[in-house]
């Protein structure tokens, strides 16, 4: 990290919070929005082995990585999950994909944090939550990754 990467992460105010860059009220904005409309969806769709479906009718997303090459990416059944998830089928939203329930909480966790984050604007974050934040979203990001090079792994020995 270069001196200038280490500023914007700071204010230059004593005591000040950490801000991340870029994130003043339209990024928290954005992010929350982008949450809610992700949950909203998996609240409205319906999972199954074969896809999702809204009003019975099949939702017409797919893995262009799995049709061509029939590899999973690193998010395929990530879908499926929040979808299983947010209808209460925690047992379902394992199935779909083994890290859907940790991303799942992640993004629901954003709302409270988002939330929080535009009330208290005039201020910055406190510094401990927003590394905590910060390394939770790392955590799962690495834990997505991990779990795909893992399946890849096994696809090519």
């Known amino acids: 990290m270069t001196a200038y990467d280490i500023t914007a992460l700071q204010d230059s105010r004593p005591g000040a919070g950490l801000s991340a860059p870029g994130f003043g009220a339209a990024g928290h904005v ?4 982008f949450c809610s409309t992700i949950l909203a969806c998996a609240a409205a769709l319906t999972p199954g082995e074969e896809g999702l479906t809204l009003l019975g009718y099949r939702w017409p997303f797919y893995c262009r990585l799995h049709e ?3 590899i999973k990416c690193a998010l395929c059944g990530m879908s499926r999950s929040f979808c299983a998830l947010a209808h209460g089928d925690a047992e379902g939203g394992l199935q779909f994909h083994r890290l859907g329930p940790l991303v799942f909480v992640l993004f ?3 709302i409270p944090y988002r939330l929080y984050a535009l009330a208290i604007r005039s201020r910055p974050v406190h510094t401990k939550l927003v ?3 910060i390394g939770l979203v790392t955590l799962a990001s690495a834990a997505v990754f991990v779990n795909w090079i893992v399946y890849l792994g096994g696809l090519l020995l």
């Open 108 to 110: 629901c966790l954003q």
């Open 68 to 70: 061509t090459l029939g």
């Open 131 to 133: 590394r905590f934040h």
């Open 30 to 33: 954005t992010v929350l929005l």
